[in-house]
């Protein structure tokens, strides 16, 4: 059982809407064969992560790229299969308002990316996932260098997020089964958002995605 604790939890209290959640996904994975559910997986990436994850990349460049940071730090399977799909809960959700412009509201991305990946996925895959945001708050308060090395716009957030945690926090965090794994995820993730970076395609991972899925007999 995942021990889950509050200093998971940021200070958003958003909750999760389920009706903005995209269930064609889990609908194909769910009874497909280990073959289909990673090519149904790819292929959703592929037409879903043709969005902006910010400015310069995209949703598809920024999983490719912090895939990449993890496999050139030599990380297991578990870790590049999690750096790529990391993410994945801001392409199941509908981010957009009416005007088809984002959301102020933060929605939860990496409870619902974790979440909707548990049925097929170990936890080593999902608890990282669902950590990356917290994660930050964890370097911010035990690393001034990381705090120091982030942009304007990701000090703002961070203080929305929560700011700086409390001794209790971070203690609770360290009891988190693969906290370590998520820190490392929030650092790819950082580096994850070069314009034109040229990067192996997703089909380099469908092995290593398929490795970790668990097996259900
Ligand atoms: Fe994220
Ligand atoms: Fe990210």
Same mark, same amino acid.
């Given at each position: 059982?995942? +021990?889950?604790?509050?200093?998971?939890? /940021? =200070?958003?209290?958003?909750?999760?809407?389920?009706? %903005?959640? &995209?269930?064609?996904l889990?609908?194909?994975?769910?009874?497909?064969?280990?073959?289909?559910?990673?090519?149904a997986l790819?292929?959703?990436?592929?037409?879903?992560?043709?969005?902006?994850?910010?400015?310069?990349v995209?949703?598809?460049?920024?999983a490719l790229?912090?895939? +990449?940071?993890?496999?050139r730090?030599g /990380? =297991?399977?578990?870790?590049?299969?999690?750096?790529? %799909?990391h &993410?994945i809960?801001?392409?199941?959700?509908?981010?957009?308002?009416?005007?088809?412009?984002?959301?102020?509201?933060?929605?939860?991305?990496?409870?619902?990316?974790?979440?909707?990946?548990?049925?097929?996925?170990?936890?080593?895959?999902?608890?990282?996932?669902?950590?990356?945001?917290p994660?930050k708050?964890?370097?911010c308060?035990?690393?001034?260098s990381?705090y120091?090395? %982030?942009s &304007?716009?990701s000090?703002?957030?961070?203080?929305?997020?929560?700011?700086?945690?409390?001794d209790?926090e971070r203690?609770?965090?360290?009891?988190?089964?693969?906290?370590?794994?998520?820190?490392l995820?929030?650092r790819?993730?950082?580096?994850?958002?070069?314009?034109?970076?040229?990067?192996?395609?997703?089909d380099?991972?469908?092995?290593?995605?398929?490795a970790?899925?668990?097996h259900?007999?």
């Open positions: 059982m995942q +021990n889950r604790s509050d200093a998971t939890q /940021s =200070s958003r209290h958003t909750p999760l809407c389920r009706s %903005l959640i &995209d269930a064609t889990a609908n194909q994975m769910s009874g497909a064969t280990a073959q289909e559910k990673v090519a790819f292929n959703y990436i592929e037409r879903r992560g043709q969005s902006f994850y910010d400015e310069v995209t949703q598809l460049e920024h790229q912090c895939a +990449n940071q993890a496999q730090h /990380s =297991s399977p578990t870790q590049i299969t999690s750096a790529l %799909l &993410d809960g801001h392409l199941l959700l509908d981010e957009h308002n009416a005007d088809a412009d984002f959301l102020d509201e933060d929605m939860n991305h990496e409870e619902i990316g974790a979440t909707y990946l548990a049925p097929f996925f170990p936890e080593s895959v999902t608890t990282p996932i669902r950590l990356h945001v994660a708050r964890y370097l308060t035990t690393d001034a990381y120091d090395g %982030l &304007d716009a000090k703002k957030s961070f203080r929305l997020q929560g700011g700086a945690m409390s209790t203690e609770a965090f360290e009891q988190i089964p693969y906290f370590q794994d998520a820190l995820l929030r790819w993730d950082d580096l994850a958002k070069v314009k034109g970076l040229e990067m192996p395609r997703l380099a991972y469908r092995d290593i995605v398929q970790c899925l668990i259900i007999p």
